[in-house]
Each structure stands twice: as C-alpha cells, then as structure tokens.
C-alpha cells in the first residue's frame, strides 16, 4: 500500500499519477485510457482498457488428467470467468476425455462446443454478466431447493415415486445457477466495473453471496436426500403413522418460510427480517429431537429413514439461518434507523 499526492491542473481539475508498477503490469502508456468508476464507500476503481478487450482463455491439457478431471478443470475455468476454455492432448483425444467435455456442456449455463478437432475441442461461454442480476439468482436458486423440498416430502406422504424423480431431476437446474452466480461473483470480484452490472452498487457484498449461495446449494442437497430416501424405503414412505407425518411436513412449512425470509433479508439489506428468521428458526430449532422423542418403538431401518429425513430438513434451517446472519451483516453496513454511518 502506498499514498499518492493529489495535485492540482486546472481551476475544477483534480490529478494523481498511477503507480508504474501497475501501469506496466497492464500494458498502460501514455495516450491509452482508463475507465474509472466509483466503486462504493467513498472508493474508486481504475480499470484499463485491455481488461474489456479480447475474452480471456484457458487451455486444459487432459493428458495430464483422467476424464473427471478434466469435467471438474472445465467447471473450474468456467466459475474463473474464462470465455473460451481448450481442452487438448498431445495425441488424439480419447473417447473418454470427448464425453467429459460433453458432460461438462451440459451442467453449465450458457456452455458450448464451438470446434473440435481429433486432438482439440473448443467450448466458449455466452454469458454475458448484464443478462443476469445477483439478486435474482439468488432468489431462483432458494425457490429451486424449496420446490424440490416440497415435491420430496409430499412424495413421502403419498408414496410416490414420480414426484421424487422429479425433484431429483431438478438438482441439475439447481447446480446450474450455484456454478452460474459462481461465475458471476468471480468476475464482478476481478473486475469491480462488473458490480453494478450484476446487481450491486459495489462489491462488498460480494463475500456474502458466495456464501448465501453455497448454503442455498446444500440446501438443495437436502432436498435431494429426502427424494432419494422415498425412492430406497418400502412403499417409498416412512412407516409412521398420519400424526408423525403431519408434524414433518408442518415441519417442512416452517423451513420453507426460514429459507426464503432468510435469503429476502440478504438481498433487501433488511436487519428487522434478519430478527424475524431468528425467531422462527427458534420455534423449529428442536423439532427434529421433539419428532423423534415420540415416535413409538420400531425397527432401526425405519427409525434411520425417520430421522434421516429430520436432520435433512434440521440442517436446511441451519443453513438458512447462517443466511440470515450474513444478510445481518450486510444490513448493517448500511445507514439505516439501526445504524449511523460516518
């Protein structure tokens, strides 16, 4: 970190020179221009123009990979902001490395194959980060993991098998738009200039969604769980009686509202919401015990799935109240009738 002098040029014109170490590292010479933007709390953000000119690329050489690998290096380079991604081999390309690369197509927004040659496939990215809002994301994202949420447990209550599949069938939408607003914070954080084109009218928050984000996503999990358990169990539901499975899906209700208040709190900066999902995590902060505390003796197969599908719905409240503490944060950085910024 170093302090610069601002100089004076003009009667309403204010200058400060650029470090040379930064201008050589980005190509910056007399002449070229900068675009400058504020970027919040009083900040501002020098960008220059070679970081808007050709789109960034990667090259993956899979034969230092297994077919794996090389999905999850395409995954990685595509959270990473690459446009274009290569993946390559020395020798041809074997069939194994071609369907990791198709594989990898299809789990993510926006991917596609432009060029293949026998030793090299090119996909590039068409996401472009003002086509999408953070918050929105953000929004999809909870009610993807609440509607397969749903569809599980009532599958449970019914015994129904198809509206399982269904909800298992959404775990792909939902990992789409986890991996999607990966991408996006990646790049608004490398570029600040791209704040504001996501949604934001600076980067601070965006720490926090990259969590919000990532709780949401295992959220989702849970909701896969329970799909998968009425899939494996006898009759594909539980063997309580009507009672028990009122409770659990009374239960669910009160995690469907702590999830969605949780993430509504993050995006409006509301601190008063934040206190409310407190609340209601408190009254369902014991279910799970109080559920099975009175299920009458039974077989432990049963009693697994039981609280297998407890502690999935216990652990989604705990992850959205982890939400709702960063939305608290967040709240809080902003002047507001709880807090005087100066």
């Not at 899979?62 to 020395?90: C, K, M, P, T």
């Not at 469907?256 to 993050?266: E, I, P």
């Not at 599908?309 to 709240?331: D, F, G, K, P, T």
Request: proline share 3%.
């Amino acid at each position: 970190m170093e302090t610069r002098k601002v100089q004076r040029l003009g009667p309403s014109t204010l200058a400060m020179t650029l470090p040379a170490e930064w201008a050589r590292k980005q190509d910056v010479e007399k002449g070229d221009e900068v675009t400058v933007r504020e970027s919040g709390k009083g900040s501002l953000a020098v960008t220059p123009e070679s970081a808007h000119g050709e789109d960034t690329e990667a090259t993956i050489h899979a034969e230092n990979f297994d077919a794996s690998a090389v999905e999850r290096a395409i995954v990685g380079q595509y959270v990473l902001g690459r446009r274009v991604i290569h993946v390559e081999s020395e020798d041809a390309l074997d069939s194994a490395h071609i369907n990791a690369v198709y594989k990898a197509e299809t789990q993510l927004m926006g991917l596609g194959v432009v060029e293949e040659t026998p030793n090299r496939i090119t996909i590039r990215c068409s996401v472009d980060p003002e086509d999408f809002d953070l918050d929105n994301l953000l929004e999809r994202l909870e009610n993807t993991g609440s509607t397969m949420r749903g569809e599980a447990v009532k599958a449970l209550a019914h015994g129904n098998p198809d509206l399982a599949q269904r909800a298992l069938n959404r775990e792909r939408q939902a990992n789409k738009i986890f991996v999607l607003l990966l991408r996006l914070i990646f790049t608004a954080f490398d570029d600040p200039s791209l704040a504001r084109a996501v949604g934001l009218d600076d980067g601070f928050p965006l720490i926090g969604y990259r969590s919000v984000a990532k709780n949401l996503e295992l959220v989702a999990d849970n909701a896969e769980d329970i799909a998968e358990i009425v899939m494996e169990a006898d009759g594909h539901t539980l063997d309580v009686d009507q009672g028990t499975m009122r409770r659990i899906r009374e239960f669910t209700d009160k995690v469907d509202d702590v999830t969605a208040n949780a993430v509504a709190a993050a995006v409006d900066r509301d601190y008063d919401a934040t206190v409310e999902v407190r609340d209601q995590f408190a009254e369902i902060e014991d279910r799970e015990a109080e559920i099975l505390a009175d299920l009458p003796e039974m077989g432990n197969d049963d009693l697994l799935e039981v609280r297998e599908v407890l502690v999935s719905l216990q652990q989604s409240a705990q992850y959205s109240m982890r939400n709702a503490e960063i939305a608290a944060n967040l709240a809080l950085n902003e002047q507001s009738d709880h807090t005087t910024i100066n």
